[in-house]
């Protein structure tokens, strides 16, 4: 049973920085990708970041790039998301999810990527102007 938790939100003012956390439990990632997406308030659930665990590629949404560093430590099993010069838009709950398909990647490339069979329950970052 895998199982995902993160960590690190809170509230920040616009152009600061938050680092999130994802641990992870439960089986061996080395074959999995990894990812985060975000909820805003009254909007759906969206991509954000992913990174395939055996070799660190990364992918971002446009709105992230530049901005965002997607990361993961193999020994501590744990996920992370740098985000740097947050804007009041990226205010939402972040979720951490975890896909052990092989293909996912061609999801990735595509931008079509729904997120992985696997969820943490999400932490929230505020930003405020």
């Known amino acids: 049973q895998v199982q995902l938790v993160e960590s690190g939100g809170g509230l920040v003012q616009a152009g600061g920085s938050l680092r999130l956390s994802c641990a992870a439990s439960?089986?061996?990632?080395?074959?999995?990708?990894m990812g985060w997406f975000r909820q805003a308030p009254g909007k759906e659930r969206e991509f954000v970041a992913a990174?395939?665990?055996?070799?660190?590629?990364?992918y971002y949404t446009d709105s992230v790039k530049g901005r965002f560093t997607i990361s993961r430590d193999a020994a501590k099993n744990t996920l992370y998301l740098q985000m740097n010069s947050l804007k009041p838009e990226d205010t939402a709950v972040y979720y951490c999810?975890?896909?052990?398909?092989?293909?996912?990647?061609?999801?990735?490339?595509?931008?079509?990527?729904?997120?992985?069979?696997?969820w943490g329950k999400g932490t929230l970052v505020t930003v405020s102007s």
């Open positions: 999810t975890a896909d052990p398909t092989p293909w996912t990647a061609r999801f990735l490339v595509a931008g079509t990527w729904p997120g992985g069979n696997y």
């Open positions: 439960g089986r061996t990632f080395s074959s999995y990708a």
């Open positions: 990174i395939i665990w055996s070799d660190s590629t990364t």
